[in-house]
């Protein structure tokens, strides 16, 4: 037991909060990803034989499947943010409730494979599909290039979802949450 201002009996744990800013970079990150694929601009594609084509990201399921799947991922990670914040589940307490802590891992497992499978799927389309993509970045319009940061974004949060889940279980060596208005002196 530790004596003084700010004094406690348990020992430093970080991972806790740094748990929590992966889960929030990668709940901003999905949520980026899914409007940037969705605001993706028309792009008008014209074929050899003269015929106009109007490209959204619509024509394209594995990019529509990233929307949605990023947009799923946001809401759950976002429900790991009120279990973690709100009901106390953000560690090996043993003061948590049982569901909570289940619900807990259920997330860890369920964002990152959302995401993964999103993100696989957009990269594989933009191989598959490169010509017809490739055919929009000389235009006007941004598909090309909304595409290309959709994925990316998309890979940043299915890489802090996977950080979150693996530091969660991380002891850390300093202590910053909770904080209540009873250890101040």
């Not at 024509?59 to 990023?70: G, K, T």
């Not at 009120?82 to 860890?108: C, M, S, T, W």
């Not at 497992?109 to 017809?132: D, H, I, K």
């Amino acid at each position: 037991m530790g004596s003084g201002c700010h004094a406690t009996d348990e020992a430093p744990n970080g991972s806790k909060a740094v748990n929590l800013l992966f889960r929030l970079s990668t709940m901003a990150f999905a949520l980026t990803s899914a409007v940037v694929m969705a605001t993706a601009s028309e792009c008008t594609i014209y074929e050899p034989h003269g015929a106009r084509v109007t490209v959204t990201f619509k024509n394209y399921p594995p990019f529509v499947y990233l929307v949605w799947f990023n947009i799923a991922a946001t809401i759950l990670e976002a429900v790991g943010i009120y279990l973690q914040v709100g009901k106390g589940g953000g560690g090996d307490d043993e003061e948590a409730p049982k569901v909570v802590r289940v619900l807990l891992v259920f997330l860890d497992v369920a964002v990152p494979a959302l995401l993964n499978l999103a993100t696989g799927a957009a990269f594989s389309a933009v191989v598959a599909y490169r010509p017809q993509i490739s055919a929009c970045s000389g235009t006007a319009g941004r598909f090309c290039e909304q595409v290309h940061r959709s994925k990316l974004i998309s890979l940043a949060a299915g890489i802090s979802a996977s950080s979150a889940a693996f530091v969660k279980d991380v002891r850390l060596p300093f202590s910053v949450w909770p904080v209540s208005s009873d250890d101040y002196c």
